[in-house]
């Protein structure tokens, strides 16, 4: 098994604390109801929601992905640090054993957010991930991102 990691920073005007309650606290009910033509719904299989527990996001009928399951490592609300794998779901392909994020919301000095990400892919065998297949994964965690972004925008007092 190889292990290839992937670090990633992007900035927002939406404060730290409102997007890491969007992001992990309520993204159970919040991505859902942002993504209904992706997301059908994310539930707790394992667990009470925080570290431990297992989660479960099952998407729309008719995508190339039917579910993927979380395994949830960290919670932290006072540092707004959260880690989580994914451990079984068509996203892992053939391929993959895991993939692993560990994630900071940090204070930017305009009132805003530094949004810090470690990605690790953990391979099967001697396969080597390519770019091309994280790039892919990390858009569509920016498409997501992007649309809690602009939620919150749009909706100030949202997580306030």
Do not use: W
């Not at 394992?46 to 993927?68: M, T």
């Not at 099967?124 to 990390?138: A, C, F, M, Q, T």
């Amino acid at each position: 098994m190889g292990v290839t990691t992937y670090t990633h920073e992007t900035t927002t005007p939406v404060a730290p604390t409102r997007l890491f309650k969007a992001l992990v606290v309520d993204s159970d009910n919040l991505v859902p109801k942002l993504m209904p033509q992706v997301v059908k719904n994310i539930e707790t299989v394992e667990g009470d929601g925080g570290a431990g527990s297992i989660k479960k996001i099952n998407f729309v009928e008719g995508g190339p992905i039917k579910y993927l399951k979380h395994k949830i490592h960290v919670v932290d609300d006072k540092n707004l640090v959260t880690k989580y794998s994914m451990i079984e779901g068509d996203g892992l392909g053939d391929k993959l054993e895991s993939i692993t994020y560990d994630i900071k919301f940090e204070a930017a000095g305009n009132g805003g957010c530094i949004c810090k990400s470690i990605t690790e892919y953990h391979t099967k065998g001697e396969y080597v991930l390519k770019e091309e297949e994280h790039s892919e994964g990390k858009n569509q965690g920016m498409e997501l991102f992007k649309t809690v972004e602009t939620y919150l925008l749009v909706n100030p007092s949202v997580y306030a």
